[in-house]
């Protein structure tokens, strides 16, 4: 309740700078945060990544184990992502079971990974209808600045690609590197007023009108989306967006990459 | 034994810091066994003529003093004051580590008569203020130009109110407010919080 | 524990006395620690100890939630011990188990005998320990970080709590066990330790050990206690920058 109030007051503060075509961190509009990735982070995962974008850190660890496909795509590995926006990470966060915040996050990062095909899931299946891998996509906040959409979807896509599918220790082979076939990344936009920019910071996500997230592949087409919000977005603010998104999403491609 | 007992110099808890024959135990630091040690990371400090050992925190929690400027949530008014749950010391990002129940009296929100509290302060209001007391029961005043309403809803439709002269404005339902505003309602700048 | 029979390719002690990681029976796995290392805690450490990687975060003293749990004279030290789903090496189910509501208890009540809690009635000292990676040993590298995480949060303490194992593999009593000799040894003995005062603040046992074979343990672990204690210390050094000389005992007369 009490930090709601400071948040009502920072956004008169954040859309007088708006007005004057800056930031509270002196970033354009169109400007992403600093970003490291740090690659095989945990060794207790099959593949792991750590991100840090701004002062947003989250770790995301990959485990894989075999199980039964689901009847409906016997030739396909199963994929299961959660995200856990533990209070460890912010005061904003609490402990329990996922609330909708996390679920949300969860899903997002989910169906860009998933719609945009970044795994080749039929090289996940081991015998078809019988064994295929299941993998969990487990994202952990460690430190809370905003936009756990974006760092969530870049260290699942960094820990997928540096992930080893484990088959030698269940005895199914030898080991080899996860299939990946797409790099789809996601690029969020707030609408503040009138104003749209990228990449929020937490005190921008809480007073944005409206939100949306836009993954993309490397080939310019958008693979999933989605509107957050209560406010709402004008048919060419959707397009300014996607075109943010293509351009930046290539610019942390290309990063993940070198 | 030889005691480390040189102002300034950095101490973490637990480290001796004087003993209780010459100093009085101070702020961040606690008496056992005849010896005073640091309860905290800081500097300390010997003060010589109060003879007290003081250990001046790096990273303090935030306990209200006479003095501090505040924002605080007007939660309710009475006729004879305004009930108020401070949410932060301005300048400060970490949370209020004691009491943040706190009251404004009547005769406390301006430098003129108000009857009412109601009249200058209304639940859902963010006020600056600057706490007069804080102990046995937190106390806060609003008088002064700095001091007073810094954001304020509409009493009906809970629309943020803009200024307009000396009073407030519902853009929405078109009618005006009165409070006890600060030189800066809705215009003031967030000062960069420190750790 | 002692109930898993050692597989053949495992060698708890090989004939040189050295254990499966080549450490002798009294030396302790590499240990590094950093204090604040987040920014939205009020104060944070991160342990490396061997193969655990352990963050810690502390929020507060502040208003206390759920309000039922406040005491008006003092301030409650809550912990919560998580552990991530990826931390070990067969998936762990997210969110907490028995075993993280036990350790989450006996940490906050090590940890409240150290914090001056009555000077903060009505509040909530939350401390959150997260394991990111698990290896032998997290709810004493979890204990070391959170005492750091308090120091860095400024919350007043009348010491630094540090903590250690002992334990007994391949009949050997030996310091700070590995996670083979945690997996296949015969016993373990977790010690929280405040040094000044010489406390013992965290106490479990599980396993067979004889009088002689736990009095050793339990010695080896205070040891390895203050070992630890000296490392949390660098580390507030370094993130206060107490400088060289601060530490340094002045010659007699001179103060």
Redesign the interface.
């Known amino acids: 309740?009490?930090?709601d109030?400071?948040a009502?007051?920072?956004r008169?503060?954040i859309v007088?700078l708006l007005s004057k075509g800056t930031r509270v961190d002196g970033r354009a509009f169109d400007e992403m945060r600093p970003l490291t990735v740090e690659i095989n982070?945990?060794?207790?995962?099959e593949g792991?990544a750590r991100v840090r974008l701004g002062?947003t850190?989250v770790?995301v660890?990959?485990?894989m184990?075999v199980g039964s496909p689901f009847p409906d795509t016997p030739n396909s590995g199963v994929m299961t992502t959660?995200a856990?926006l533990?209070?460890?990470?912010?005061?904003t966060f609490e402990?329990g079971?996922?609330d909708q915040e996390s679920i949300e996050v969860s899903r997002v990062i989910d169906r860009g990974i998933r719609e945009g095909h970044a795994v080749d899931m039929k090289k996940l299946c081991i015998e078809a209808g019988k064994e295929v891998w299941i993998m969990?996509l487990?994202i952990?906040a460690?430190?809370?600045?905003g936009n756990l959409f974006d760092a969530g979807n870049i260290g699942a896509l960094a820990a997928l690609k540096s992930a080893i599918v484990p088959a030698a220790r269940a005895g199914k082979g030898e080991d080899y590197p996860m299939p990946i076939s797409h790099e789809p990344i996601s690029v969020t936009a707030v609408k503040i007023g009138e104003h749209l920019l990228i990449d929020p910071t937490h005190d921008e996500e809480r007073v944005a009108d409206a939100r949306l997230t836009v993954a993309t592949l490397e080939n310019g087409s958008i693979c999933a989306m989605q509107k957050g919000g209560s406010g709402s977005l004008k048919m060419d603010e959707v397009f300014k967006i996607i075109e943010m998104s293509r351009k930046r999403g290539a610019e942390v491609r290309a990063k993940l990459s070198g | 034994m030889i005691y480390l007992s040189r102002t300034g110099r950095k101490v973490l808890p637990g480290d001796e810091v004087a003993i209780a024959e010459e100093y009085i135990s101070g702020e961040g630091t606690y008496e056992a066994d005849g010896r005073i040690y640091a309860s905290a990371v800081g500097e300390l400090d010997l003060d010589m003529s109060e003879k007290t050992a003081r250990v001046i925190l790096e990273n303090p929690p935030i306990v209200l003093m006479d003095g501090d400027v505040v924002?605080a949530?007007v939660t309710d008014t009475k006729p004879a004051m305004a009930i108020c749950?401070v949410?932060?010391q301005e300048g400060k990002k970490r949370?209020i580590s004691s009491e943040?129940l706190a009251s404004v009296h009547v005769s406390k929100i301006a430098s003129s008569y108000v009857e009412d509290a109601g009249d200058l302060l209304r639940a859902g209001d963010?006020v600056r203020a600057q706490v007069i007391q804080a102990e046995p029961s937190v106390q806060l005043t609003t008088s002064g130009p700095h001091f007073g309403v810094?954001?304020a809803l509409c009493t009906v439709c809970r629309t943020?109110l803009e200024r307009k002269g000396r009073d407030l404005w519902c853009t929405r339902c078109e009618h005006d407010e009165r409070r006890k505003l600060a030189d800066d309602y809705?215009?003031?700048?967030?000062a960069k919080p420190k750790h | 524990m002692g109930g898993t029979p050692i597989p053949n390719d495992i060698k708890l002690l090989d004939e040189n006395g050295k254990r499966v990681d080549g450490r002798r029976p009294d030396e302790m796995r590499p240990i590094k620690i950093e204090a604040g290392v987040?920014?939205?805690?009020d104060g944070s450490a991160y342990v490396e100890w061997g193969?655990n990687?352990v963050?810690?975060?502390v929020?507060g003293p502040?208003e206390c939630h759920p309000r039922h749990l406040q005491n008006t004279t003092r301030a409650l030290v809550q912990c919560?011990y998580?552990m991530?789903?990826?931390?070990?090496?067969?998936?762990k189910r997210?969110?907490p188990d028995r075993r993280s509501h036990e350790i989450s208890k006996i940490t906050s009540e090590a940890l409240t005998h150290v914090v001056f809690t009555e000077y903060f009635p009505r509040t909530s000292i939350?401390v959150?320990i997260?394991v990111?990676?698990?290896?032998a040993g997290t709810r004493c590298a979890g204990l070391t970080a959170a005492s750091v995480a308090l120091a860095d949060a400024g919350v007043p303490m009348r010491d630094l709590v540090a903590s250690c194992a002992a334990g007994k593999a391949a009949d050997t009593v030996m310091v700070d066990l590995g996670k083979e000799e945690d997996n296949f040894g015969q016993a373990d003995v977790p010690v929280g330790y405040v040094p000044r005062t010489e406390e013992i603040v965290l106490l479990q046992m599980d396993g067979e050990l004889t009088h002689d074979e736990y009095t050793l343990s339990l010695k080896m672990a205070i040891e390895g206690c203050k070992k630890v204690y000296e490392e949390q210390r660098n580390a507030l050094k370094r993130r206060y920058q107490v400088r060289s000389v601060d530490a340094v005992e002045e010659p007699k007369g001179v103060a």
Not at chain 1, 41 to 45: D, G, I, M, N, P
Not at chain 2, 186 to 190: A, K, S, V, W, Y
Not at chain 3, 132 to 135: K, V
């Open positions: 309740m009490s930090k109030v400071m009502d007051l920072k008169d503060h007088q982070y945990v060794l207790s995962a792991s002062k850190d770790l660890g990959i485990k184990m959660n856990e533990i209070p460890l990470a912010s005061e402990s079971p996922p969990f487990d952990h460690l430190d809370f600045d | 924002f949530d749950s949410v932060a949370s943040t963010l810094i954001r943020p809705r215009e003031f700048e967030l | 987040l920014n939205k805690a193969l990687k963050l810690a975060a929020y502040r919560h998580n991530a789903a990826f931390s070990v090496d067969d998936r997210p969110g939350d959150y997260e990111l990676q698990a290896n």
